[in-house]
């Protein structure tokens, strides 16, 4: 890969342990703590040489390998169980005057639209 700004002393440093790192497979955190560096400083440096041009943004990983499928685990569907219509609400309309709206059930969604718009009509 070639550069097309130089590059200062502490990102040719830098550069050379990142390609160290990447031939040892170590992650740029793990070579740094290894070596005593500060990784952020590190990781800096690293997106400035990208931006140069010296380094590649990701390198290319391993292709991995595919895994198998696991075992099919057969699954029961059941109807969610009611719940008491005096100790939860399905519809809650809170608005920003601070009038609040709770129904048992779902309203149409006409309706709601028309009472969140102020429609003329909504109370019919």
């Known amino acids: 890969m070639t550069t097309t700004e130089p590059l200062t002393e502490s990102e040719q440093q830098a550069l050379e342990q990142m390609r160290e790192a990447q031939e040892l497979g170590s992650t740029l955190k793990d070579h740094a703590a290894k070596i005593g560096l500060d990784v952020r400083q590190l990781y800096e440096l690293r997106r400035r040489l990208v931006r140069k041009g010296a380094f590649e943004a990701h390198p290319r990983r391993k ?6 499928a696991g075992a099919f685990i057969p699954v029961r569907v059941v109807p969610a169980a009611p ?14 005057s601070g009038w609040v709206l709770e129904c048992d059930g779902l309203p149409p969604a006409t309706w709601i639209a028309a009472v969140l718009t102020g429609g003329a009509h909504a109370a019919s």
């Open 83 to 96: 719940a008491p219509s005096s100790t939860s609400l399905t519809c809650r309309l809170v608005h920003p």
């Open 63 to 68: 292709a991995r390998k595919p895994r198998k």
